[in-house]
Nanobody, 121 residues
Framework: VQLQASGGGLVQPGGSLRLSCAAS????????IGWFRQAPGKEREGVSC????????YYPDSVKGRFTISRDKAKNTVYLQMNSLKPEDTAVYYCATVLCSDYGLEHFGYWGQGTQVTVSS
């Protein structure tokens, strides 16, 4: 059972990246999936989640309107589309199975390996 995050990289401010969270050994359909990030010296922050039914998504104010989470069941993958990136978005991004509601997310179960996102000119 494994979650693997990918798609990070170096991007200029205002640019876009799409992160992928792929699962092996289990089907993501039955799980709420979330994305967290952690910058050096800062606490881990939940930046998005999608419920198992895809009926609920959550974004904190820091990313609302810029990040979009989605699920491709055929590919057993969850995506995080990040637009209008800012230097303060620089962090290691992790995907995980979570408890997700319209009001927030909480890690519950599996963690994926992180992917580095660096926003810099």
């Amino acid at each position: 059972v494994q979650l693997q995050a990918s798609g990070g990289g170096l991007v200029q401010p205002g640019g876009s990246l799409r992160l992928s969270c792929a699962a092996s050994g289990f089907t993501l359909d039955y799980y709420a999936i979330g994305w967290f990030r952690q910058a050096p010296g800062k606490e881990r922050e939940g930046v998005s989640c999608i419920s198992s039914s895809d009926s609920s998504t959550y974004y904190p104010d820091s990313v609302k309107g810029r990040f979009t989470i989605s699920r491709d069941k055929a590919k057993n993958t969850v995506y995080l589309q990040m637009n209008s990136l800012k230097p303060e978005d620089t962090a290691v991004y992790y995907c995980a199975t979570v408890l997700c509601s319209d009001y927030g997310l909480e890690h519950f179960g599996y963690w994926g390996q992180g992917t580095q996102v660096t926003v810099s000119s």
